[in-house]
């Protein structure tokens, strides 16, 4: 009992229709043969003489009862001279209360261990579906006792997940300003008070710092950078996108007015945004740090908040296989940890950063706030230059996006 034959639903089907069948195959004989016997004593009782016509008809009748009753073995016979290993044999011998009871107990055994695993609502929902189908009471019990677990699981991390940032932050220490300031040009070795780069592009004209406030991680007390006065009100998970590549990808950032910009050619993409737009993350998979630095700029006139994603689901785009995602040039992060000592897993949609901004180098004139980010194969060293990415998102100049979209 392999493959399709062993599915207790294509099994239940299977065993009905063989019940509907060995009926039939009863019953319309008996059906045939008696409404022909009572036309055959029906005219032998009359006048008319047509006893010959009755006899040929009672005749046919029973011919055609004698072939439907023997339909099932004729079409058994016919599949073992074109088969004689058929599965359709195979699968209506299969195909008895027994079977379908031992088969339901497999497969709600194996979902409901899924779903133990992932804590996903589809694995739950499954594994919810082939409980329900138990016959045995204590094995049900059982089972349903261990799917209230993996309910309360599941309702516990959407509740957590649909948590807001502001409800996330009542427990960390901030700041709600700074008066830091940037020295523009000099190159620096370790992290910045992050109200210093905002102090510096407030003067530019690109930010207003009273919109910002300064939080700290719980567990280390690091900085997490600027975030928004109005996080509360921003989602910290997307509830709908469209996926690329195959359902890896979406759009991390909303553009400038809503249309990115198209960029110049070199590693990835830069999505030039306003100061403080949500990032959202653009796969599922493990965060391998999201701190300060990481990026070949580090002034102090930067907000070179950077974070590393390992792919869950390696990608091939552009001929390359994708393993690693690289977004940087935060003003902020959502989470706080270091290379190597990472291991948090996100999914697409989830809130990871704020849109800053990056000089061009150290000692010259900043670019526009933007998103930079770098598709890698298995290191940090063969990325995706900027038109196979484009061509990814099927994006140009011009082109009219949202975060998600």
Not at 21 to 42: E, N
Not at 89 to 101: G, M, P
Not at 232 to 251: D, E, K, N, Q, V
């Amino acid at each position: 009992m392999t493959g399709v034959c062993s599915r207790p639903e294509i099994m239940e089907v299977m065993y009905i229709f063989n019940q509907v069948l060995t009926a039939l195959k009863i019953l319309v004989p008996i059906i045939l043969i008696i409404t022909s016997m009572y036309s055959f004593f029906k005219a032998t009782l009359s006048s008319n003489d047509n006893t010959k016509e009755v006899v040929s008809l009672l005749i046919t009748k029973i011919i055609v009862a004698a072939f439907i009753f023997f339909i099932p073995t004729i079409v058994n016979s016919i599949m073992l001279l074109v088969d004689k290993d058929s599965d359709y044999n195979k699968c209506f011998s299969s195909a008895t209360k027994a079977n379908i009871a031992k088969a339901y107990e497999l497969y709600a055994k194996d979902a409901l261990e899924r779903a133990e695993d992932t804590k996903k609502k589809n694995d739950y929902e499954n594994a919810k579906f082939y409980v329900s189908k138990l016959e045995d009471g204590s094995v049900k019990s059982n089972y349903e006792k261990r799917l209230k677990s993996v309910d309360k699981a599941i309702k516990d991390a959407i509740k957590n997940t649909e948590q807001s940032a502001a409800a996330k932050l009542n427990v960390y220490g901030y700041s709600s300003g700074g008066s830091a300031t940037a020295t523009p040009g000099q190159v620096l070795s370790s992290e910045p008070d992050p109200a210093a780069a905002l102090n510096y592009w407030q003067g530019r004209g690109l930010v207003n710092t009273s919109n910002f406030i300064f939080p700290k991680d719980q567990a280390t007390g690091l900085p997490l950078g600027a975030w928004p006065k109005n996080y509360a009100s921003i989602p910290t998970r997307l509830s709908s996108y469209t996926t690329y590549g195959g359902g890896t990808f979406i759009f991390p950032v909303t553009p400038a007015n809503g249309k990115y910009s198209g960029s110049y050619n070199h590693t990835s993409i830069d999505i030039m945004s306003v100061f403080g737009t949500p990032i959202y993350s653009p796969v599922d998979g493990t965060l391998m740090y999201s701190e300060w630095g990481h990026t070949v700029n580090k002034g102090s006139d930067e907000t070179a908040y950077t974070v590393s994603i390992r792919l869950s689901n390696p990608t091939v785009v552009g001929g390359k296989n994708i393993n690693i995602m690289f977004l940087t040039h935060m003003c902020g992060i959502v989470y706080r940890c270091s290379s190597g000592h990472c291991n948090r897993h996100i999914s697409k949609g989830d809130l990871i950063g704020f849109v800053g901004n990056a000089s061009g180098s150290a000692a010259s004139v900043g670019w526009a706030p933007h998103l930079h980010m770098t598709f890698y194969d298995t290191s940090y060293s063969n990325a995706l230059y900027t038109p196979a990415v484009e061509a990814l998102y099927g994006i140009s100049a011009g082109t009219s996006k949202v975060a998600g979209g």
